[in-house]
């Protein structure tokens, strides 16, 4: 079973504050995937890697940056927390183009 | 550009209803579609996935029959349980678009079956 680690798993900041999300996958995936969801919009996409050193630009990218240092870590950066990035954040891997995409277990963050 | 469209909001049944949550998309081609599934406290995972005209997929008594004519994959059960309540997710994955290495995806429906 493909695994996808996301660190923290909450988190609190203040407005203005700076924050890093975590994820991890052990499934030698190429593609990595980074989402928010909240009510009433479902799944967006923030930012996606297909290999480490390589990023693209998702659907809902501004206030964020993300890296993506190894195959198999890719983080998300919040560089001055706004409360309207209050949200439930998603990581998410799969092989290649059309296989499963395997979502890790979520980071709530909350910026006050 | 592509999209997905499904029943928006939520869906209450009692439990051995029949289920049917509808998704069209909009996609040239024969994109691979997709049913995901989220319970409390997780991430989405698949149910199943179909990639060509008439294909059906199925797992855990739901199913879906890719239909490009009416451009469809409908998600039924035939008698929804309590442990089914959950959001479920149509979406699709794009065969002819120079990046196709996101999926589209609905708003996501939620179902809660009461006993």
């Known amino acids: 079973e493909a695994a996808v680690t996301q660190s923290p798993r909450n988190k609190v900041t203040v407005t203005g504050g700076n924050v890093t999300l975590s994820c991890r996958q052990t499934n030698s995936h190429n593609y990595m995937y980074w989402y928010r969801q909240d009510t009433g919009h479902g799944l967006r996409l923030i930012h996606y890697?297909?290999?480490?050193?390589?990023?693209q630009i998702g659907d809902v990218p501004d206030g964020y940056k993300a890296t993506r240092t190894t195959q198999e870590d890719f983080f998300l950066l919040l560089e001055l927390a706004s409360p309207s990035q209050t949200s439930l954040y998603f990581c998410a891997s799969r092989r290649d183009r059309n296989t499963e995409v395997f979502f890790g277990k979520g980071t709530r963050l909350t910026v006050v | 550009g592509d999209s997905v469209t499904q029943t928006e909001g939520q869906v209450a049944l009692s439990e051995e209803d029949f289920l049917t949550i509808h998704c069209n998309y909009s996609?040239?081609?024969?994109?691979?579609l997709f049913w995901y599934v989220q319970y409390p406290g997780e991430g989405p995972q698949l149910l199943f996935r179909a990639s060509r005209d008439k294909e059906k997929g199925s797992s855990r008594g739901f199913e879906a029959t890719y239909d490009k004519g009416t451009t469809s994959f409908h998600l039924r059960k035939a008698s929804v349980q309590e442990s089914d309540s959950a959001v479920y997710y149509c979406a699709l994955s794009a065969l002819n678009v120079g990046d196709n290495s996101k999926l589209i995806w609905g708003l996501g429906t939620s179902l809660v079956v009461n006993p």
């Open positions: 890697s297909y290999g480490a050193g390589n990023l």
């Open positions: 996609a040239s081609g024969y994109p691979t």
